[in-house]
C-alpha cells in the first residue's frame, strides 16, 4: 500500500516527508511503548502510535522505521518535526484512534509483524 | 579509533544523540544494516537508562577492524540486584521515564539480545558500568 493511500483512510495530516508518499509500505505495528518498537525487524512499516514526543522520533530512527502515523490527534512538536526531517521519515497525524486506525489499515492489507 | 560522549541524567531531550551519532558513523564505515540496528538499538536503551536512572554518564565508543565496543559508565544509584533487574518486565523507572515510552522493564533484555557480549557491573550508591561487545561479522 502506498502512504499517500494510508493518508487517505486515515484523512491524515501530513506532516513531513510529503516527497515520499508514493512508497509502498506492507506492515504495521501498534504501540506505545518505545522498547516493544525497538524490537521490531520488519523493513517498509509504520509504525501506530499515541506516544508524541521526541523519543518516539528517536526510536523510529534507531530501529529503521521510516514512517509513523500519530493518532487520536496527537501532534508532532516542531522540535520532533525537525528531528523527523533530519533522518527522511514520513510524519502523520490522525484523529482515529489506534483501534480504529489499526482496524482500518489492517482491512486494507497492512500485515502485522508479530 | 575512540569516541566519547557525556550523558546527563534526566535529560529526556538529548537522549538518544549518542546513539544518533553512533550510527551515521557506522553508516559511513560501510557497516551492515543489520549490525547498525543491532548497535544503535543496544546503545539506545543503554542511553536511556543513564537518562532515566542515573545523575550523569559516560560513553565511549571504541571500534576496530572487527568490532565496536561501547563502555556506558555512569554515576548514579547502582543496581541492587542485578539478576532481578535482568529480568523481563521488572523496572524501577519513575512516570516521567513512563511518560517517555520506556520503563516497561525491556531495556536491559533488548540489550542483552542485540550485542554478543554484554558485562554489567553495579555498585548501590556509586554507579554501574555496562559493557557491549557487537562483532561486525556476526
Known sequence: ?114 | MQVKYQVEGGDFTSAGYASSQVKKLLKQLNVAPKVIKNVVVALYEAEVNIVAHAYRGVIEVELDPQKITLVLEDEGPGIPNIDLAMQEGFSTASPAVREMGFGAGMGLPNIKRNVDDMQLESQVDKGTRLTLIKFFNA
Open chain 1, 1 to 114: 500500500m502506498k502512504i499517500s493511500e494510508v493518508a487517505k483512510l486515515m484523512n491524515a495530516r501530513i506532516v513531513c516527508g510529503e516527497h515520499r508518499l508514493e512508497e509502498e509500505i506492507k506492515h504495521g505495528f501498534g504501540s506505545d511503548l518505545m522498547s516493544d518498537v525497538l524490537r521490531t525487524e520488519a523493513e517498509q512499516l509504520i509504525l501506530i502510535t499515541g506516544l508524541a514526543n521526541l523519543q518516539t522520533i528517536r526510536t523510529a530512527e534507531m530501529a529503521d522505521i521510516e514512517f509513523i502515523l500519530f493518532v487520536r490527534d496527537k501532534k508532532a512538536t516542531d522540535e520532533m518535526v525537525e528531528l523527523a526531517k533530519e533522518n527522511n521519515l514520513v510524519v502523520l497525524e490522525t484523529s482515529n484512534s489506534m483501534f480504529k486506525a489499526s482496524g482500518i489499515l489492517f482491512q486494507a492489507g497492512l500485515t502485522p509483524v508479530f
